[in-house]
C-alpha cells in the first residue's frame, strides 16, 4: 500500500512567497555590493597603482556572474513538479552549485598561480609601490564581503539553499583574497613585495577548500546519496513510535537536491481491515512531513504481522 502526496498546508502559498521575496533580495544585496565593491578597487588600484587591486576588482566583478547563476538555480529549482518532471526541479540548484564550485576552483587556481610565478620569477625591486588608497580599498572590501557573507549565509540557511550558500562562500573567498592584497600593499609599502605573492598563495588554498566542499556537497545530493545515520535512526524512532506502528521493516532515504525521499515498510496488526491499516499509514505520512520539513514525499508499504 502505498500514500498519496498530501496537499500543502494553507500557509504554503505565504511561505513560497517569503522564499521568493529572500532570493531577490540575496542576488540585488549581491550584485548591487559587488558591483560597488569593484568600482571602488578599480578606482583605488588605478589611482594606487596597485595591480593587486585591480585583479580583486576583476575578480569581484565576476562574482555578478556567479550570482546571477546561484539565483537561476534556485528559482529553477523551486517550479513546482509538472509532467515532464514529476518529481520536482531539485536538482537545479545542484547543477547551480557544481558551476558555482567550478568557477571557485578556477579562481583558486589562478591565484595560486599567479602568486607562485612572482615568487619564482623575482626582480622584486622592480614591482611598483601602491599608495594608501589601495590600502583602504582593501580593508573595505573585507568589510564589506564578510558582511555580504554572514547576510548571505543566514538566509541560506532559512531557505535551505545550497546555491545560496556556496555564494555565501564565495563572498567569503573573497574576503580572504582581500585580505591577501591587503597584506600584499602593506608589504610592498614597507620594502617587502614578495609579501603579496606569498599571500596568494596561501588564499589560494582557503579557496580551493571551499570548492572542493561545494563540489562534494552538490555532488552527494545529485547521486541519490543516503542521509547520515543519525538523521536515519531519528526518523526510524519517529515513526516507530506513531500508535500501531509495529516496526519498521525498511527505511530507504535519498537526497534529491535539497530534499528528501523516503521508501519505507512500516508493520501493523496483520488482523486490521484494510481501511484502518491505510490510516495508519496516512497517519505516518502526514506526521513525518510535519516533523522533518526537508522531506518532500514518503513511499509507504504495510507489512501484516501477527503478534
Known amino acids: 500500500m502505498t500514500t498519496n502526496q498530501k496537499a500543502q498546508p494553507t500557509n504554503s502559498k505565504q511561505r513560497r512567497l517569503d522564499e521568493n521575496q529572500i532570493i531577490r533580495n540575496l542576488s540585488l544585496v549581491s550584485i548591487v555590493g559587488n558591483t560597488v565593491l569593484s568600482g571602488i578597487k578599480f578606482i583605488a588600484g588605478f589611482f594606487g597603482h596597485s595591480s593587486a587591486m585591480i585583479s580583486d576588482a576583476i575578480h569581484s566583478f565576476s ?3 556567479t550570482t546571477v547563476i546561484a539565483y537561476f538555480g534556485v528559482k529553477l529549482s ?14 537545479f540548484e545542484c ?24 615568487i619564482a620569477a623575482g626582480h622584486y625591486d622592480t614591482l611598483a609601490v ?25 538566509y541560506a540557511k532559512q531557505i535551505n539553499s545550497n546555491a545560496f550558500m556556496a555564494d555565501a562562500w564565495h563572498h567569503r573567498s573573497d574576503a580572504f583574497s ?12 614597507l620594502g617587502y613585495p614578495v609579501l603579496d605573492s606569498a599571500a596568494s598563495v596561501v588564499i589560494c588554498l582557503f579557496i580551493l577548500k571551499v570548492s572542493y566542499d561545494i563540489l562534494k556537497d552538490a555532488l552527494t545530493k545529485m547521486l541519490d546519496t543516503s542521509c547520515d545515520e543519525v538523521y536515519e535512526s531519528e526518523l526510524r524512532e519517529f515513526i516507530e513510535s506513531q500508535p500501531d506502528v509495529l516496526g519498521v521493516d525498511v527505511l530507504h532515504t535519498r537526497m534529491f537536491g535539497n530534499k528528501v525521499y523516503i521508501d519505507l515498510e512500516i508493520k501493523v496488526d496483520g488482523d486490521m481491515p484494510l481501511r484502518e491499516s491505510h490510516a495508519i499509514a496516512e497517519q505516518v505520512h502526514d506526521q513525518v512531513e510535519a516533523m522533518f520539513t526537508d522531506i518532500k ?7 501484516p504481522t501477527t503478534h
Do not use: C, Q
Open 297 to 303: 514525499h514518503i513511499m509507504i508499504h504495510v507489512n
Open 63 to 65: 562574482d555578478v556572474l
Open 95 to 118: 547543477v547551480a552549485s557544481l558551476i558555482l564550485g567550478i568557477l571557485l576552483l578556477m579562481t583558486g587556481l589562478g591565484v595560486g598561480a599567479a602568486g607562485l610565478k612572482n
Open 78 to 91: 523551486k517550479k513546482e513538479a509538472d509532467k515532464s518532471h514529476p518529481y520536482g526541479h531539485e536538482r
Open 178 to 189: 582581500s585580505v591577501g592584497s591587503l597584506i600584499g600593499i602593506a608589504g610592498a609599502m
Open 130 to 154: 601602491p599608495g594608501g588608497i589601495a590600502l583602504l580599498a582593501a580593508i573595505i572590501s573585507i568589510i564589506g564581503k564578510e558582511a555580504m557573507f554572514w547576510y548571505t549565509r543566514h
